[in-house]
């Protein structure tokens, strides 16, 4: 991965070629179950994982990251159809996205203004999410609308639902290889099957979704730090 790193950050482009090696070597998968062809490790060996990606390419660690806290949500809360759909696709080296926030970074669900309207055994979303990461190259978006007289709830939309578009793309100033930009909702049809652990229970599945989130983060910094002692001490030797 890091004769990869400089270049795919410096064009802020998209590591295929680390991806395709990290699903090469099971680690796309590590917590997906062996049975759905995944490594069938723990939330401790994702960690660890995430810790040496990170030691040499921090934009792919924070892919990692947010693909694997939607399988982590998908493994609680997904039905048996989504699972055995989702999560082989995921352990082979698809990807999957969280697209919650509205506004903000720090907005809160209370605030969303995306919605689902249900209409003939539908949900009908109209919206536009913000800060969603892998935009443009998951296979899958996990996204959070407010239904009325439910509450916030969350869906899962593939990346072929007729009225979802790309918006605007975020400019960063680190793991620019890990794209992130706005996600934009027009009349986006969907059926009930798309929806992730039960209508307005989002507040439950995001938590399993920071949960990881904040593992893979955190994981992030570890090995980024490990890898500039590294780096500095082959320098002065």
């Not at 500039?228 to 320098?235: K, L, R």
Request: glycine share 10%; charged share 20%; proline share 3%.
């Amino acid at each position: 991965l890091k004769k990869y790193a400089a270049e795919v950050d410096n064009d802020a482009r998209f590591p295929a070629e680390s991806i395709e090696v990290l699903a090469e070597s099971g680690l796309m998968g590590t917590i997906v179950p062996e049975v759905m062809s995944g490594a069938g490790l723990d939330a401790l060996s994702h960690v660890l994982v995430t810790e040496e990606v990170a030691k040499v390419c921090s934009s792919t660690a924070a892919i990692l990251t947010e693909s694997t806290a939607v399988q982590a949500a998908l493994l609680r809360f997904g039905s048996p159809e989504q699972q055995e759909n989702i999560l082989p696709q995921l352990a082979a080296g698809k990807l999957a996205s969280v697209a919650v926030r509205d506004g903000d970074a720090d907005s809160s669900l209370t605030e969303l203004t995306t919605t689902a309207e249900e209409q003939n055994g539908t949900f009908v979303l109209n919206g536009a999410k913000r800060y969603v990461a892998n935009i443009g190259y998951s296979d899958w978006y996990l996204v959070a609308a407010a239904v009325k007289d439910a509450g916030v709830t969350l869906f899962l939309l593939d990346k072929d639902t007729p009225g979802m578009q790309l918006g605007k793309i975020s400019q960063k100033m680190g793991q620019r290889a890990c794209i992130t930009g706005e996600l934009l909702l027009k009349h986006c049809v969907v059926p009930v099957a798309a929806v992730l652990g039960g209508v307005g229970n989002a507040g439950a599945v995001i938590a399993e979704l920071e949960d990881y989130l904040h593992l893979g983060s955190a994981a992030q910094a570890v090995g980024v730090a490990q890898g500039a002692m590294e780096t500095v001490i082959q320098y002065v030797n």
